[in-house]
């Protein structure tokens, strides 16, 4: 798929309390903005030579209902590389039940990655939460 990327991760937390104010924390108001804060101190430190960080938009992203907790959000990443503007979106899903907390990433250059792909493997993560 070109520059398209996936990627998955697990997290058992210790207690029932501790997913609760994980969910808390990612619901509240103060999240996208933490995410953006820490991709703009973080990204430009990531770049090659010759590529700049432009922008950073985090939004919140639509998602089906699944477990007990899902949300998503996108990041819109502006670069200048090599002194031609580029664009990447970074999709993150997050995925929770019980004491089990899920991210599947999803990235592309220029455009945001497949919905429809990116609904479906959602959708295959959280059957394997719900078999959990």
């Known amino acids: 798929m070109g520059n398209a990327e996936v990627s998955s991760q ?4 210790r207690t029932v309390e501790d ?3 994980d969910v ?4 509240g108001p103060k999240y996208a903005p933490c995410v953006r804060s820490g991709l703009t101190k973080f990204l430009p430190r990531q770049l090659p030579a010759g590529a700049s960080l ?3 938009a985090v939004v919140r ?4 209902r699944y477990g007990e907790f ?3 959000f996108r990041a819109t990443i502006k670069l200048l590389l090599q002194g031609q503007p580029a664009s990447v979106y970074q999709d993150a899903v997050l995925l929770g039940k019980g004491r089990v907390e ?3 990433s999803f990235s592309n250059l220029g455009r945001p990655f497949d919905p429809a792909l990116e609904q479906a493997l959602v959708a295959k993560l959280s059957a394997r939460l719900e078999a959990a």
Do not use: H, K
């Not at 992203?61 to 089906?64: M, N, R, T």
């Open 10 to 13: 697990a997290q058992l937390v």
């Open 19 to 21: 997913f609760n104010a």
């Open 24 to 27: 808390a924390a990612v619901r």
């Open 54 to 56: 432009q922008s950073v």
């Open 61 to 64: 992203l639509p998602v089906a």
């Open 70 to 72: 899902s949300t998503g």
């Open 102 to 104: 899920l991210t599947a």
